[in-house]
T-cell receptor
Framework: NAGVTQTPKFRVLKTGQSMTLLCAQD?????MYWYRQDPGMGLRLIHY???????AKGEVPDGYNVSRLKKQNFLLGLESAAPSQTSVYFC????????????FGPGTRLTVT | EDQVTQSPEALRLQEGESSSLNCSYT??????LFWYRQDPGKGPEFLFT???AGEEKEKERLKATLTKKESFLHITAPKPEDSATYLC?????????????FGTGTRLKVLA
């Protein structure tokens, strides 16, 4: 099992450019999440999905969009990148019931100049 | 407001010097409390889940305990490879099962 994978690992964008971060999981988890991690702050939820075809806003959704067309994939899009979106982005997944620990991907380090 | 506070922010130990990390939480109801380990440049790695006060879980040199207000991660005779950031997260029972509140972590450095 690969677990949770993310691409790319690193990316540098100029202000106003767009990009998509890809997340895939092979554990048949119902729930998937996108977080950002910034120095001195806990992981903050951007968007999440409770199943294929469904998405919802988390704590800090502005400037991001997501899609979950297949159960195993969760995409995070930045339409017009801003320097405030410089961060490390983590994708995670979990079951909806029972054991609900989250499994995280390796992260994407994004710099917006 | 639901809140998670971890202390200390950073901790330096000599190899073999046991200590404890603290995770204090304020939630109206607890569904679960999770401990993760995060190595530099990597994603958090799941360690333990605790569900009710009095519960304990162990794995190698790590032992997690839970009370109604806080959790401790006890590290016994640590080794340099235990150096990492340890994150605590709480899942409130009054919110959807998607919601987890993370602390800012304790950076542990174990010196040989």
């Amino acid at each position: 099992n690969a677990g949770v994978t993310q691409t790319p690992k690193f990316r540098v964008l100029k202000t106003g450019q767009s990009m998509t971060l890809l997340c895939a999981q092979d554990m048949n988890h119902e729930y998937m999440y996108w977080y950002r991690q910034d120095p001195g702050m806990g992981l903050r939820l951007i968007h999440y999905s409770v199943g294929e075809g469904t998405t919802a806003k988390g704590e800090v959704p502005d400037g991001y969009n997501v899609s979950r067309l297949k159960k195993q994939n969760f995409l995070l899009g930045l339409e017009s990148a801003a320097p405030s979106q410089t961060s490390v982005y983590f994708c995670a997944s979990s079951y909806s019931t029972g054991r609900q620990e989250q499994y995280f991907g390796p992260g994407t380090r994004l710099t917006v100049t | 407001e639901d809140q998670v506070t971890q202390s200390p922010e950073a901790l330096r130990l000599q190899e073999g010097e046991s200590s404890s990390l603290n995770c204090s939480y304020t939630v109206s109801g607890l569904r679960g409390l999770f401990w993760y380990r995060q190595d530099p440049g990597k994603g958090p790695e799941f360690l333990f889940t605790l569900y009710s006060a009095g519960e304990e879980k162990e794995k190698e040199r790590l032992k997690a305990t839970l009370t109604k207000k806080e959790s401790f991660l006890h590290i016994t005779a640590p080794k340099p490879e235990d150096s990492a950031t340890y994150l605590c997260a709480v899942q409130p029972s009054t919110s959807g099962t998607y919601k987890y509140i993370f602390g800012t972590g304790t950076r542990l450095k174990v010196l040989a």
